[in-house]
């Protein structure tokens, strides 16, 4: 096979939404000198993280930082706010909606599904309809399912099942799109370390308002109990040995989140969104995620016919150095994804379109070659307001 590739190192272009690349001083301060988790030294680390983590969250309430997974903070509040038998309600509109609902019914909960088509965006009156009807008291969505490249509108969820608490997982969303915790009247937003966040994998967290204590049953996970965890953390004494190299990290990237400003970080994102639109579109391939600016965490392309998804993903990445998402569950082999969320600029829409266009010739299929790329640089010039 005809090889584009020159070192004999290879270099590799990691264009998912989740890992996403991490900034080298980001890197970097993984590798500092290990130091005690009750010393002063992580204190003072730890105590920023947690005052920045309210910041990005954009909550005045305690955002519980956890090592795990950003399932394991999904499953936090599953554990700390609903009772076996109970009745919740989770609205799903792709693989991380389900998510939810397996993590509801392995607690042994009584889960209403409110399923939307994947790449469909739920309806808030509808929702709210479900949960009125059921008397459900917990609701769970997702702000972005990054299966589908849809982004839910969140506010307008909370507007729609009034004084029920709603859980919003953020984890590829927080620090890419709006989200308004406490201005909106979020209950709950779960996220994590490895997305829009440009962190590496490995920390959870779950912004935690008293009103949700409050109504919160008794823990039925020993490390995920929330007032144990707040009470520890109110502390600086963390419960538990926490991943003191990674909080290192993400304490950084907040901080380069921050200083640049999260109202510049929407905006990249939207126009990181519209270059990764007018790339796929212009080499004639089909979006599979939705054709606005709302989709700004990831794109999701249909695979051209006569193509198998699957091969092009490991031809992307034997022949380029170059990986993608593929498609969950159904949507395995038919789609692929391109992530934009947290440490991405043009240059890297830029080129990822060029390999799919390459990947893809090299393939048989039949594509529009040459213009994807001109088409990223002037979707990215283009105007936004948020
Ligand atoms: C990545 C992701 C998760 C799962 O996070 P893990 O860190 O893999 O546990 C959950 N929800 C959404 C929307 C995600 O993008």
């Known amino acids: 096979m005809c090889s584009h590739r020159l070192t ?81 309600v989770v609205v799903s509109h792709g693989a991380f909606g389900e998510r939810w609902v397996a993590i509801c019914e392995q607690h042994g909960l009584d889960v209403e599904a409110v399923r ?50 709603l859980v919003v997982d953020a984890i590829s969303s927080l620090g890419a799109v709006p989200l308004e915790t406490d201005a909106w009247g979020i209950d709950v937003v779960v996220s994590g370390s490895q997305k829009a966040l440009m962190s590496p994998p490995g920390l959870a967290m779950a912004s935690v308002p008293p009103h949700v204590l409050e109504r919160a049953k008794p823990s039925r996970s020993f490390y995920f109990d929330w007032p144990r965890n707040k009470r520890a953390q109110d502390a600086l004494d963390a419960a538990f040995t926490p991943a003191v190299s990674l909080v290192r990290s993400l304490d950084v990237a907040l901080g380069l989140i921050l200083d640049d400003g999260l ?43 006569g193509v198998d998804g699957t091969a092009l993903l490991a031809h992307l990445r034997e022949a380029h150095g170059v990986t993608l998402a593929p498609g969950h569950a159904h949507l395995k082999g038919k789609i692929f994804r391109i992530g934009h969320i947290g440490w991405f600029d043009v240059f890297d829409i830029a080129s990822a379109l060029a390999a799919i266009e390459l990947s893809l010739t090299e393939l048989g299929a039949h594509i529009e070659r040459g213009v994807a790329v001109a088409r990223v640089f002037e979707a990215f010039e283009t105007k936004v307001t948020v």
């Open 8 to 88: 004999l190192v290879e270099k590799r272009y990691l264009f998912t939404p989740g890992p996403t690349p991490v900034p080298p001083e980001v890197l970097a301060a993984a590798a500092e000198p290990m130091v005690h988790h009750r010393g002063a030294d992580f204190r003072e680390v730890y105590a920023r993280t947690l005052g920045r983590l309210k910041e990005v969250f954009r909550t005045e309430s305690d955002v519980l930082l956890f090592t795990a997974s950003g399932s394991g903070a999904m499953e936090s509040a599953v554990a700390n706010l609903c009772a076996p038998g109970e009745r919740v």
């Open 116 to 165: 939307y088509e994947w790449g469909e965006a739920p309806d808030a009156d509808e929702v709210g309809a479900v949960v009125r009807q059921s008397g459900a008291g917990v609701v769970l969505c997702q702000q972005s399912d990054t299966s589908t490249g849809v982004v839910a509108d969140v506010r307008a969820l909370k507007a729609a099942v009034g004084a029920a608490t």
């Open 263 to 305: 109202d510049a970080a929407f905006v990249r994102h939207v126009r990181l969104g519209r270059a990764a639109r007018a790339g796929v579109k212009a080499m004639g391939l089909e979006l599979f995620s939705p054709d606005d600016d709302s989709a700004a965490v990831v794109t999701a392309a249909r695979v051209p016919e």
